[in-house]
């Protein structure tokens, strides 16, 4: 069965700063991966996605994910981050081979951004 | 707006009792997902619909049920509600299998 998992429950970083929130997956054949975000009292909204192709994926407001196949993680980065990026932060897997491709989110990350 | 609407907001009811959230999937989805949002237990899948069939079920208990109409909305209803039911209900849509979900705002249930 597919799996990710995101070590850690809280991320804290200054603005302005580089933020990473890290996630591992555990799945067989090639990956399909997902981040969401959540901010506070609304739903998940998606941030970008590795299909196939080039490892480092772009996304929505300036987010970025780096794909690594050896290590098994697919990293979510951002270059300078901004306090609006306060937010919990979801990696998701589908489930291919299943057939549902129904995604198994993690737990989530806290991610806080300091003035 | 992420164009899936989800209603009511916020919903209180007692232990035993029965209640219905709705979702309006984003124009052109034909799949609907209801997720249960909870601290304990994470963000979990309850039950898929695809133009108004039945495609997957997850963590979905027995006293709940869904449907999707004609029109391509959905309900998700609880019943027999405990204590443990309170949490936040999602609804998500998508176009595709690989496509990302457009949640709505989800459902905050409380059962007093």
């Known amino acids: 069965a597919q799996s990710v998992a995101q070590p850690e429950d809280q991320v804290n970083v200054a603005e302005g700063n580089p933020l990473t929130v890290k996630c591992t997956y555990s799945v067989s054949g090639n990956p399909y991966l997902f981040w969401y975000v959540q901010y506070p009292n609304r739903g998940l909204q998606f941030l970008l996605k590795y299909i196939t192709g080039d490892n480092l994926v772009k996304g929505s407001y300036g987010f970025e994910a780096e794909f690594n196949k050896s290590q098994t993680s697919f990293h979510l980065k951002k270059p300078s981050a901004l306090v609006s990026d306060s937010a919990l932060y979801f990696c998701?897997?589908?489930?291919?081979?299943?057939?549902?491709?129904?995604?198994?989110f993690g737990r989530g990350t806290s991610l806080i951004v300091h003035p | 707006d992420s164009g899936v609407t989800q209603t009511p907001k916020h919903l209180i009811t007692a232990t035993g009792q029965r209640v219905t959230l709705r979702c309006s999937p984003r124009?052109?989805?034909?799949?609907v997902y209801w997720y249960q949002q909870s601290l304990d237990q994470g963000l979990q899948f309850l039950i898929q619909y695809y133009n108004g069939e039945e495609r997957a079920k997850g963590n979905i208990l027995e006293r709940f049920s869904a449907q999707q109409f004609p029109d391509l909305h959905s309900e998700l209803n609880l019943s027999s509600l405990e204590l443990g039911d309170s949490a936040l209900y999602f609804c998500?849509?998508?176009?595709?299998?690989?496509?990302?979900?457009?949640f709505g705002s989800g459902t905050r249930l409380t059962v007093v």
């Open positions: 124009s052109g989805d034909l799949s």
């Open positions: 998701a897997v589908p489930d291919i081979s299943g057939g549902s491709y129904i995604p198994t």
């Open positions: 998500a849509s998508s176009s595709g299998k690989l496509h990302g979900y457009t």
